[in-house]
Structure formats: structure tokens, C-alpha cells
């Protein structure tokens, strides 16, 4: 009865998915209550964030072995084609997830968001993203037409700020500067 007091007091608004807020038995249950949006791949853009989709995986890429610059330990990093009848693009994968995804079935992934990597859009699954396995759901065709990561994005360069002091770094000849 205690979980269901506290999800009585949370207020949704609609669209907006707050799945995050309760964890375990409390989680479980308010992601019953609320509707999933679902988005399709031709609907994806460089701004996406928790995205939510059902993919077959077309193909997968090579793996490579990285080092972290932030400590430097050892990751593996992949890619795999992704796709539904609207369109494919990649999906980065990262150490176990790899291993988790087979070619021609189908996945359902969970707060995913996009990015653009070396001027490709990708699709990335991050900290909070899941993927599972739809063994009921059958994508029949894949629109390999739409390869919305062949596509090339601009990605804005962040300008410097240019400094401009108060006052010059000579002082000037006036009364009152003294040297």
C-alpha cells in the first residue's frame, strides 16, 4: 500500500517520462501506470534525447580496443546497424553490450539519446540506457534506403571567448597612474 500512496502524489505530465524517480517494486509499477512513447528511426535527429524504440540489428561492425583518457582503463567499443521500415542508423555499443546483440533480432532499447560522432549521427544508449530482447514483436522489412548516419551533420565549434579587459595593459599617461 505504500507504494501506491506515493505514486498517487506523483504528478505526470503527460509526455514527459519520469520512470526514473522510483526504483525497484515503486519503478515497476509506475512504469505500468505510464504510456511509452515510442519513436521510429527516420524521426531521430542530432538533438534526440530519451528516446525510446524498437530496432532489428542489421549488421554488426568491428570491435576496438580503447584506453579512457579520464583514468585510464580499458574498454571496447563497437558499432552496429540498427534499423526499423523507416530508416537505419548506427548504435554504439560499449564492453558487455556487445556481446549482447545479435544479428536479425530484434530489441527494444530504453532512454538512448543521439549524438553526432566524426559528423555521423549515432545512436548511444549511456549510463541509463537499456536494451531487451522483443522475442513477440517482428520487423519484416528494413527501410536500408534511409541510413540516417551516412547523412553529414555539422556540429557547431564552440568559439573561444574573445577577452577583452577594462582597461589597457599599459597605463596611460593620466594623472593618478603611477609607476
Do not use: C
Not at 505514486?7 to 526504483?23: A, E, M, Q, R, T
Amino acid at each position: 500500500m505504500e507504494i501506491q500512496q506515493k505514486l498517487d502524489k506523483v504528478i505526470i505530465p503527460s509526455g514527459i517520462n519520469h520512470s526514473f524517480i522510483y526504483k525497484g517494486e515503486a519503478h515497476s509499477k509506475l512504469v505500468e501506470i505510464m504510456p511509452e512513447e515510442l519513436t521510429v528511426v527516420g524521426d531521430l535527429s542530432p538533438t534526440s534525447r530519451n528516446v525510446n524504440i524498437i530496432v532489428k540489428v542489421v549488421k554488426k561492425g568491428d570491435v576496438k580496443e580503447i584506453i579512457s583518457r579520464k583514468d585510464g582503463s580499458h574498454h571496447r567499443v563497437g558499432d552496429a546497424t540498427v534499423g526499423d521500415e523507416t530508416g537505419i542508423v548506427l548504435l554504439t555499443l560499449w564492453d558487455d553490450m556487445i556481446e549482447k546483440l545479435e544479428v536479425d533480432h530484434i530489441y527494444k532499447i530504453r532512454n538512448s539519446f543521439t549524438s553526432i560522432f566524426k559528423g555521423s549521427l549515432r545512436l548511444n544508449l549511456g549510463r541509463y540506457g537499456t536494451i531487451e530482447e522483443m522475442k513477440e514483436k517482428e520487423i519484416d522489412r528494413v527501410n536500408t534506403e534511409n541510413n540516417l548516419s551516412e547523412k553529414r551533420y555539422e556540429v557547431p565549434r564552440f568559439r573561444e571567448p574573445q577577452f577583452k579587459p577594462l582597461y589597457s595593459e599599459k597605463p596611460s599617461r593620466r594623472k593618478g597612474w603611477r609607476r
